[in-house]
Each structure stands twice: as C-alpha cells, then as structure tokens.
Nanobody
C-alpha cells in the first residue's frame, strides 16, 4: 500500500490557477501510475488526468485539455496537477490515486483501476 496526501486546493475566481500536489509514502513512488480524479456534489467520481509510471505518458479528459497539466517528481514522491484558466464547472473535490499494475492508459481513466486513494482536496471556482 502507498499512502497519498493531497494539498493545494482552495477558492479561486474563474480564470485563475491552482496547483495541486499529491505526496506519496510507503512504497517506491516511481512504480506507480498516478491519476487525478474529481467528484462534484451529487455526481460520480470522474477522471481528470493520469501520468504513466515508466514512459511518463499522460492523458486528460477533454474538458481540461489545454488548461491542466499533470507532472511527477519521482525524487520528491509527488505528482502535481497544474490547473489554469479554471472554470466554475471545475469545482469539485480532487483526489489523487495510485496503481502499481501494468495498465493501459485507457484503463487508467477508470477509478476502478486504482487501489490507493488520497483524502481529497476541495477546489472551488467562483464565477
């Protein structure tokens, strides 16, 4: 098991930026595919972005492409989500998740693929 702790959420006006961080501990971070998901009130948890463990390949949901950037620092055991030009519809609790299996980047868009989750950080974007 790996333990995940998110930080960096907050309240921001539309058009603003936030950078989320997720720090991992307990296992070798570089062995994990790392994903970001979000969940708004009354909605299902949805995929936001993923970065694959060996290649560093990334994937994003369509609505955040060009605005969000995922990155990882294996030396710091941390994955980041830089969020620019935020919109009110980005308001949600954001979760990071870790998967240690050999997984396709498409499979990694499903929350069912992940065994390890952080506690979440709230992002609120005001209009």
């Amino acid at each position: 098991q790996v333990q995940l702790v998110e930080s960096g959420g907050g309240l921001v006006q539309a058009g603003g930026s936030l950078r989320l961080s997720c720090r991992a501990s307990g296992r070798t971070f570089s062995n994990y595919n790392m994903g970001w998901f979000r969940q708004a009130p009354g909605k299902e948890r949805e995929f936001v972005s993923v970065i694959v463990r060996r290649t560093g390949s990334t994937n994003y949901r369509d609505s955040v492409k060009g605005r969000f950037t995922i990155s990882r620092d294996n030396a710091e055991n941390t994955v980041y989500l830089q969020m620019n030009n935020l919109k009110p519809e980005d308001t949600a609790v954001y979760y990071c998740a870790a998967d240690a299996r050999f997984s396709s980047i498409v499979a990694l868009t499903s929350p069912l693929r992940y065994d390890n989750w952080g506690q979440g950080t709230q992002v609120t974007v005001s209009s």
